[in-house]
Structure formats: C-alpha cells, structure tokens
C-alpha cells in the first residue's frame, strides 16, 4: 500500500505550488482579478469554475500554479481536491489562502491505483499537499488506508482470493493489533454453523468454508459485533446466475471487506470498544457436493430455512454469523452485505440501503453519512412483509414467494435472527462504482464505511 501519510505534511511555510480554488459564483468576480496572462490561459482551457474543473496557469517565469472549481469555496466536500491530486504532476502544493478542511481525504483517495496485475504499473510520483490542520492528518490517512483495503480487497479476482485469502486478511490485521483470531472450519463448522457449512460444501479443496472471528478490545468497554458477508465468489450455486450477473461477482465479499476496514479503524483508533468481527467466508460453487433448491437447512439457533433459491446464500452465512454474534451479548450489530440486486434497482450504485431496528441508531448513521459525504438512504423492515417469507415444510424460506421487496424481504429475513432489544443496523451496499468519479475510480469501493466510523465515534468516542 502507498505511504499515504508521506502524501499529507503540515503546512510550515515550506515553498509550494499554490492551488486557488474558485466556484461557478465567484468565478467573474475572481477573473477580474487576474492579470492578463492568467485570464487568456483560463480562457483557452475553457475554465468556468464548475465543479472539478481545472486550469493552469503561467506565472511570471517557469513558476505556475493551478485555479480548480469547487462545488461551493465556503463548505468544501471531501471530494474538492480529488480530481487534482489525480491530474497535477509530482509535486510538493498548498491551497491558497486557506486550509483544504476535509477535502484531505479526497487529496488521499485520488491518489489510488490498482495495479496488481500490470506489467509495467504507472510510474507517476506522490502529489504532497500542506495542511494548516496537522490534526487532520492522522484520522484522514486511517480513512484512506480504510477505503484502499475494501478496495484493494474487491478488486482481486476471485482466483486469487478466496476464503482461505480473507482469512490472512484477518489474521493480517491481528498480526499488527495483538487481536484474537478465531477460525472455525470442517466438521466444527457443520456441526456449529450449518448454514455456512451448507452454503460454501461444494467449493473445491483449499476454498472451503469457514467463519473467521476477531476479538479486540477491553472487556470492560461496551461489546459491538461487525460482520460482513464474505462469499468470495457467487455463481448462484444450482440456481446459478446468468453470465452477465457472474461478471462482478468477486465483489460478492464486498461486505467482508467493509466490515474488515471499519475493524481496522476501531482498533487504530483505540475507539473504548470490546470489538467481535465476524466473516462468514465461503464460495457459492457448483458440484455434485451442492446444496438445492427445496433443501431445508438447520440453522445456528434452530430455526429451520427451507431453500428457495440457492442465489440467495448471502443470508444464509449472515445468519448464523449474527447468531454467533448474539451470544456475546454485544450493545450494537453492524453488517455490511452486498445482498441483494433490489437494493441497486431502488437506489441505484451510490447509495446503501441501510435497514434499523433502532430509531436512535437510524438516526446517527443517517447524520452521520451526511456529515462525511459518505449517503445511506434508509428502507423500511416493513413486518408485514415477513409473511412472504413463510415455508409449508419449514419455519421460513430464504426467498420471498413474490418477485416484490426483495431489499426489504432480505433484510427481513435477517431479523428473524435478531432479537428485539438488540441494536442492529444492515448495510447493503453495492461495494462497487461502475463508472468513476473523481477520487472514486471505477471498481471496487467503500460505501457507508465512513457513515459506519462516523457513528461509532460519536457514539463511543471520548
């Protein structure tokens, strides 16, 4: 991973390339201002102040500086600086006038690459931006590191991570944390976790199934479970998908990743939490071994799950994860899942469907994800829905006997596994940008990881 905290320094009057930030309502008042060298070179780049824009202009001798445009100079997003620390060469810069505030972390995240698999990776060197917030510098670069890692870990192709790969991933973070890791698997897993044993049997030897759990924190702080859907590869299982719906399913442990970055931020944080991750970590594979569709399967805390569809494993593993999680008695659950297509059709790529068994909760991610830039829209665990989720032959199904809901009827699903008086929240998010905005490549992504931290922190913080 890049050293992203070589990328932020603190501003001691240190010679560098002023970047002047201007918006589409001040861009005239600002032009008038400029000599006439700077106004012919805005002129000829077709600079207009909006939003990521930006121009550079000549300066007396071979010195230059840069004018981007900003959604709005007065409240500048995390994304203000994204598109220039894309576009500007290597280089040591400062905002002018002003502190960049919380456009850092766009500075951070615009400077991402995944190139793993090229032979000759771009050679381009670190653009260096001065902050008068030395304060900042700490918390924005564990955000960054937070983002790369969900990103990094979607974007490796299933061939190359698999259960077996998410499990050094954990044992990766207890390596550097002094965190516990505990990894259940073969016969301990069937006879414990029958869903996710079910789920995952039919993977080929060296990716079978397993629930991998860390344990982190002072057992004196309050106990807050985070899991994460890891189902490293879907092909839909015996109700397996389509070509076109397989395409991106490496991103299926999407969850998994996100719940793995939150981790990494609580316990760098040292947020006073007694922290349990789990992940559910299993290939949804086809052979003679799989489960089928009508199968009823028993889970972690009885109830009986009649197989409706085998592309609908995700709240399976999920469940028996939360159940798992339920017996430590935790304050709070967070999941994250990349669940279901329904939730996409609703909100589109952008936004997580976020479900809440708590209005108290519902609220502070709501705030939160506003406050970070970093949306949740929030959908209804509307009850009388669970009806569509009855079995003649068992106590539910795992699909809903209607093409309706699907969003809503999942996450239904997954608080027949949370008791009431527990404080739960499901993300499920897309885990994914299928076009790139700046500071947010296309592929894989973080998506309400910073609402998740945000809540947390103001829940828990000092």
């Not at 073969?186 to 079978?208: F, H, K, Q, S, W």
């Not at 003679?288 to 009508?294: E, V």
Request: glycine share 10%; proline share 6%.
């Amino acid at each position: 991973m890049i050293d992203l905290k070589a990328l932020l320094k603190p501003d001691q009057g240190q010679p560098a390339t002023p970047l002047h930030l201007v918006d589409k309502k001040g861009f005239e008042a600002w032009l008038k201002e400029q000599p006439a060298r700077a106004r012919k070179a805005v002129e000829a780049q077709g600079f207009k102040g909006e939003g990521f824009q930006l121009a550079i202009l000549p300066g007396e001798r071979d010195e230059w500086t840069a004018v981007l445009g900003v959604a709005n100079v007065d409240e500048l997003s995390p994304w203000c600086l994204a598109k220039a620390a894309e576009s500007l060469p290597e280089g040591l810069y400062r905002v002018a006038g002003r502190g960049p505030g919380p456009a850092v972390l766009g500075w951070l995240l615009g400077q991402y690459r995944f190139e793993r698999y090229k032979k000759e990776p771009s050679a381009r060197g670190a653009r260096v931006l001065l902050t008068d917030e030395p304060a900042r510098i700490d918390e924005a670069v564990l955000q960054a590191e937070a983002t790369f890692l969900v990103r990094d870990l979607v974007n490796i192709p299933a061939g190359d991570l698999g259960p077996a790969e998410l499990e050094m991933a954990v044992l990766a973070l207890a390596d550097e944390s002094g965190a516990q890791v505990n990894v259940t698997r073969d016969e301990a897993l069937t006879e414990g976790y029958p869903m996710i044993a079910a789920v995952g049997r039919a993977a080929a030897r060296g990716r079978e199934p397993r629930l991998l759990e860390l344990d982190h924190g002072d057992q004196r702080h309050p106990r807050i479970a985070v899991v994460g859907k890891g189902v490293c590869f879907d092909s839909g299982g015996l109700d397996i998908k389509p070509s076109a719906g397989m395409r991106l399913m490496k991103k299926d442990m999407g969850g998994a990743a996100h719940a793995l970055a939150l981790a990494r931020l609580i316990i760098k944080s040292r947020l006073p939490v007694r922290l349990h991750l789990l992940i559910p970590a299993v290939e949804n594979a086809v052979s003679g071994a799989a489960f089928r569709p009508g199968d009823i399967l028993k889970s972690r805390n009885g109830l009986t799950v009649e197989v409706g569809n085998t592309d609908a494993e995700g709240r399976l593993i999920l469940a028996d994860a939360l159940t798992r999680a339920l017996e430590q008695k935790p304050e709070l659950i967070v999941d994250f899942a990349t669940l279901t297509g329904a939730a996409r059709v609703a909100l589109g790529p952008d936004l997580p469907a976020l479900f809440v068994n708590d209005e108290g909760l519902a609220e502070a991610l709501l705030a939160s994800g506003t406050q970070v830039s970093d949306p949740l829209w929030r959908m209804p665990l509307w009850e009388p829905y669970a009806e569509m989720l009855s079995s003649d032959v068992a106590d539910l199904g795992n699909v809903a006997d209607a093409p309706m809901a699907g969003a809503v009827t999942a996450a239904l699903f997954l608080q027949k596994f949370v008791p009431a008086g527990t404080a739960w929240a499901h993300l499920d998010t897309f885990a994914w940008r299928s076009a790139a905005k700046p500071g947010r490549p296309k592929g894989g992504d973080a998506l309400g990881l910073r609402a998740a931290w945000e809540m947390l922190k103001g829940r828990f913080g000092k």
